[in-house]
């Protein structure tokens, strides 16, 4: 045992059973809301003091929004809340014999326990890709890229020779998945609308996105069609999408791809996949592949009454899902309320919980300007209407009255002014 684990962390008595919830995500949030109120001590834990709306992460990347218009500290929206507690720490193990998550500030005992600890960017074990890619899936990935991205192109006007040149300017996505797809489009748009004007030394016909997916589509998890309308925008839009292609290497400056072909790059965006985050300590039998949680349909972790786990890191397998959901924001939104209206009955010692239903409120992703493609039921909607769509879902999912109306504000800003403002590099 580590020091931390036997030091107790400082968070108030009570005589009230405690839930502890690891990671303040979609998952975390919402069960955490639901349980406003309730006859129990609410702990939420997380290592950042923040909510991040992960599918807006690619526009702080691609300088679109500030970065503080996407997070939502968890004290300001959750802090209102009589019987919720925070605490920014890191959890580093479970011990369920004595009912403790171990944390980097000390023991906390719980009485239920619910891992939302949600996933992580997965390398597929390429060591060459973790040391080299920029990844996005947390602000600071964000940020770090759009840093990158700017580097460059100011690197750029210094370059000796059209080879360096080249692979400053020249940038290969990595995934063709929502995350994939959306990063291309942006970049694309920086291309056409703001680097002309900001880089006027620079003849932008040199700049190449290549957007790389190993499978024959794009966006696997949408109907055929919003993969084919996906790929005909983003061609149109110049970007250079290679199918049934893999990475096989990269080492800071060249990228090979599984057809031989090589791309000389200083940039590799990684978008290609994600692993979820099960905590040490939980039976290795519960853990399935890509690391996800077995968990039954009530969300408890195969094997313990009182740990539950909702989110992408939980895998809920029925019988229409062999395996489980997909890991995106609704379910994990889903489960959490329905975890919450479960916990409300096992506080009041009714043991009858009510199993947890998927509904499938539709997926969609965005291109561009005026381009989008969205699934809902058996509408298949791109171009404009979609694309309206998906900005009105977006704004009405983020956190905070401020948030909205600062990402709206922007929004209309750039629609009307062709321009992404925030186009910082901000060091340490
Ligand atoms: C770039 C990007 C774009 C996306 N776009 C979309 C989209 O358009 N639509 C969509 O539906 N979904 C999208 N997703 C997926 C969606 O964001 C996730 O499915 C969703 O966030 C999962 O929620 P969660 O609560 O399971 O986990 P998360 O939201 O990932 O939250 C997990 C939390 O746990 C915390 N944590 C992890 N480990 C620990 C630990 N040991 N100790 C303390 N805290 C810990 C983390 O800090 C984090 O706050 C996107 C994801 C990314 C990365």
Redesign the pocket.
């Known amino acids: 045992m580590t020091t931390s684990s036997e030091q107790l962390a400082r968070i108030p008595d009570t005589h009230l059973p405690r839930i502890v919830i ?7 949030i919402y069960l955490a809301q639901t349980l406003s109120g309730v006859n129990a001590q609410v702990v939420l ?4 003091n923040y ?2 709306f ?2 807006l ?2 526009q702080v990347a691609t300088s679109g929004l500030e970065s503080s218009s996407i997070v939502a500290p968890f004290r300001k929206f959750l802090g209102k809340q009589k019987n919720f507690y925070f605490r920014l720490t ?2 580093l193990q479970v011990l369920p014999e004595q009912g403790l998550v171990e944390t980097s500030i000390g023991v906390i005992h719980y009485d239920y326990l619910v891992i ?4 992580s960017t997965n390398y597929y074990g390429m060591a060459d890709i973790e040391k080299y890619a920029i990844p ?2 947390n602000l600071n990935d964000a940020i770090q890229l759009r840093n990158h991205i700017l580097e460059k192109f100011e690197a750029a006007l210094q370059a000796g020779n059209k080879e360096e040149l080249n692979s400053l300017m020249d940038f290969v996505v990595v995934g063709g998945g ?2 994939g797809v959306e990063v291309a489009g942006a970049l694309s748009e920086l291309r056409s609308h703001v680097f002309p004007q900001d880089y006027k030394e620079l003849d932008l016909f040199r700049m190449d996105i290549h957007l790389i997916e190993a499978s024959p589509r794009l966006l696997n998890g949408m109907s055929d069609e919003a993969g084919k309308n996906a790929l005909a925008y983003l061609q149109k839009m110049g970007v250079e999408v290679k199918l049934s292609t893999g990475v096989k290497s990269y080492d800071g400056n060249v990228v090979t791809l599984s057809t031989g072909e090589q791309i000389q790059t200083k940039t590799l965006v990684w978008g290609a996949g994600v692993k979820a ?1 099960p ?1 040490k300590g939980i039976n290795p039998n519960a853990i399935l592949k890509n690391n996800r949680l077995k968990v039954n349909a009530f969300n408890q972790v195969e094997g313990y009454e009182n740990i539950f786990a ?4 939980a895998c809920v397998i029925g019988e229409t899902t062999p395996n489980g959901h997909p ?4 379910p ?1 939104i889903q489960q959490g309320q329905n975890l919450g209206e479960n916990l409300k009955r096992l506080l009041k010692g009714n043991k009858n919980l009510k199993p947890f239903k998927y509904f499938d409120k539709g997926s969609m ?1 965005t291109i561009g300007r005026n381009k989008a493609v969205a699934d809902i039921g058996n509408l298949k909607i791109g171009g404009f209407a979609a694309w309206v769509i998906w900005l009105f879902i977006h704004v009405l999912f983020l956190v905070g009255f401020k948030n909205k109306l600062f990402v709206l504000i922007n929004w209309i800003n750039s629609y009307f002014s062709y321009d992404k403002s925030n186009r910082l590099i901000i060091k340490r």
């Open positions: 690891v990671g303040g995500g979609f998952g975390g834990i997380d290592k950042n909510y991040t992960q599918p992460l690619y890191e959890v939302a600890t949600g996933a996005l899936k929502p995350t985050n905590l909702v989110g992408d890191v890991m995106v924001a609704q994990a992703a």
